[in-house]
């Protein structure tokens, strides 16, 4: 079954200016959308912490800027963009009790409404639009007249405009350029975390650390090891990006070609497959989202600590730094 599509040309943008937006949180994401959807045309303030850091670049940047409970009552749609473990507190005490009768309650992830951390009324829409990729490429490319595609869903239409709603804050934002893609909280939910534990994150990572290992641990200098490991990856993803599988393969040696098709399953095989479906089993059934939530609540923003300190102090990182030194040396970002 094909997936539901929709373009720019599908979406009259006049349709949500009848409504205001609340962007709740100014961080990578928050920061993009907001002014993304403000140079679209449409009607935008920004929800924050009166102390928090973001309040006066959100002013400086030409928003609205009040707390949460404030912009929550001044709006239609409350778009909520701060972190996942900081919605259902924030729900509680700022935007649930300011919630007015038909408005829209919206997201850029489904954790919360899925796993039932933040539980909205019957009497509001409940909407989401998931760009896919990060805050910083959702602004780039919006001003360079392009965009990032995002995943749409409704989770509940109470004012029969629900569908009208998120479409008008996708396209704000850009995204119908890219195309938008029907989804649900669930689906959302669900495949967004699996792509980050066992590939786009967590795979990738443990893939380049064991591969650089392996090299080193037969004697190969560690520097050969992290371009052949580490730096090339990023060759090797934009082709895979723009082409796709094949045509990365028809962009690189015959040697690489045959190595990769061959030697590829070997190593990420059948049993690799059956961890993947472990990890998913977890998402699905909630035990993640438990283990999650229990960690954030012990330990807050220190829950990655332990795991972070053990990859800082990897000898990938050190060669890392020395190796964008070399390439790089007037980039201080990169070192």
Known sequence: ??????????????????????VIGYGIQGRAQANNMKDSGLDVLVGLR???????IAAKEGHKVMTAAEATKAANIVHVLVPDMEQSTLYKTEIGPNLSEGAALSFSHGAAVHWKWVEPPGNIDVIMVAPKGPGQMVRELFLQGFGTPSLVA???????????????LAKGIGSSRAGLIKTTFKEEVETDWFGEQVDLCGGTHSLILNAFETLVEAGYQPEVAYFECLHELKLIVDLVHKYGITGMYNRVSETARYGGLTRGPIVIDEESKKKMKRVLDEIQSGTFAKEWVSVYEKDGKNSFETFMK?????????????????????DEERN
């Open 154 to 168: 409704v989770e509940r239409d109470y004012s029969t405009r629900a569908w009208v709603r998120v479409l008008g």
């Open 1 to 22: 079954m094909k997936a539901q599509r929709w373009n720019d040309d599908d979406i009259n943008l006049d349709e949500v200016k009848k409504d205001r937006i609340a």
């Open 310 to 330: 053990k990859i800082q102090g990897h000898d990938i990182e050190r060669v890392g730094v020395e190796m964008r030194k070399m390439m790089w040396p007037d």
């Open 50 to 56: 009166r102390d928090g850091k973001s309040w006066d």
